[in-house]
């Protein structure tokens, strides 16, 4: 595996998510296999689960950790090519790449959305150029469009806490938040659920469609209620609509998840990837349970790293090779 940016860059899911449960087990298995290997993690934004579960994966494999913060520590990168460079960026991104590649093996990135420009998000112009230029392997810890290791760790958790008599239910419903934010987590964890073996079903208030690149084939419903009746699994989340990019629009119902809503499926647990607004998107008492598997996400998510990183480790990938054959190809021939 050269690249870790979409489900589409990996063979099976099936198979990643057993050898994450696997290394859970036995997370010092493979102690070894990353020795003398250096991880390079970049930050574009902020993070606590990513930054922390990537390096200690890393760490249970062996690897060294260098950790770039661009957004606070680095020289304001240049993304232009032919840029005349005479204003506030310092570094264009083919040589902040590059170099980075030198002294890594492996790099992982994350790099948010604007919210502001679609066709720019969209085409993940930032991830793009870091992947061509560096050199190396690239995993994504959430680029403008998806955070494909959030999702890894989330189906991960299906898969361990699903009822084995039956196939589950899971819904994924819009929370409200005080800001815009991104459609990445929803739109990663419709690639990812859409290839598992459940009734998959999506609810959000008018206006917060996501691309049907991504829920194209899924059940969608404008009625909360309705949509969580008998659910096994309420993933809540929050995103910014997609066709008015970015905007916010009005919602006259209550979407905050509270106990009544919960009452209307069948003993369901709750998830969210975290970090969540207390009583904005999900009030307390839900989120403290023992119905509430965020603990195990974010736990999970250093085991979904580790079979990632595994991967990349024992893949005999060619510095050069060509990029493989996914979405994100295509933007980078056309770029
Ligand atoms: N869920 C998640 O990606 O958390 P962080 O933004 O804290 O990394």
């Not at 589409?8 to 020795?35: M, V």
């Not at 009822?163 to 929370?175: I, Y």
């Not at 659910?231 to 910014?240: L, T």
């Not at 603990?295 to 024992?314: G, I, P, S, Y």
Request: charged share 20%; aromatic share 8%; hydrophobic share 40%.
């Amino acid at each position: 595996m050269k690249y870790f940016t979409t489900i589409n860059d990996i063979k099976s899911a099936e198979f990643l998510i057993s050898e994450a449960l696997k290394l859970k087990k036995n997370p010092f298995g493979f102690s070894q296999l990353g020795k003398n290997k250096t991880l390079g993690i970049i930050f574009m934004n902020p993070s606590l689960r990513t930054r922390l579960s990537t390096q200690k994966a890393a760490q249970n494999l062996g690897m060294n950790t260098v950790v770039m913060n661009f957004n606070q520590e680095g020289w304001a990168l240049e993304y232009e090519d032919g840029a005349i460079m005479n204003g506030n960026t310092v570094e264009h991104i083919k040589d902040a790449a590059a170099v980075m590649g030198t002294y890594c093996d492996i790099i992982a990135i994350r790099c948010f959305p604007s919210l502001k420009n679609k066709q720019e998000d969209y085409s993940e112009k930032i991830l793009l150029q870091f992947m061509k230029y560096c050199n190396k392997p690239v995993i994504s810890l959430e680029s403008a469009t998806l955070h494909p290791l959030q999702s890894l760790a989330d189906v991960m958790t299906i898969e361990e806490n699903k009822p084995g008599n039956k196939k589950p239910k899971v819904v994924l419903t819009w929370a409200p938040h005080i800001k815009p934010l991104p459609q990445a987590v929803a739109n990663s964890f419709c690639e990812w659920i859409k290839q598992s073996d459940v009734e998959f079903v999506i609810a959000h208030p008018e206006g917060y469609e996501l691309s049907e690149d991504f829920t194209h084939g899924v059940s969608i419903s404008n009625n909360q209620n309705e949509a969580l009746a008998k659910a096994d699994f309420v993933y809540v989340k929050n995103w910014s609509a997609f066709n008015d990019y970015g905007a916010m629009p009005e919602v006259k119902e209550n979407w905050l998840l509270n106990e009544n809503k919960m009452s209307l499926t069948n003993n369901a647990f709750l998830m969210h990837c975290l970090p969540v607004r207390r009583n904005v998107e999900v009030i307390d008492s839900l989120l403290d349970n023992n119905k509430s598997l965020i603990l195990n996400q974010a736990d999970n998510r250093v085991f979904a790293a580790q079979a990632v990183l595994k991967q990349m480790l024992e893949s005999n990938y060619n510095v050069g090779e060509q990029i493989n054959n996914t979405k994100l190809e295509i933007e980078l021939c056309n770029s």
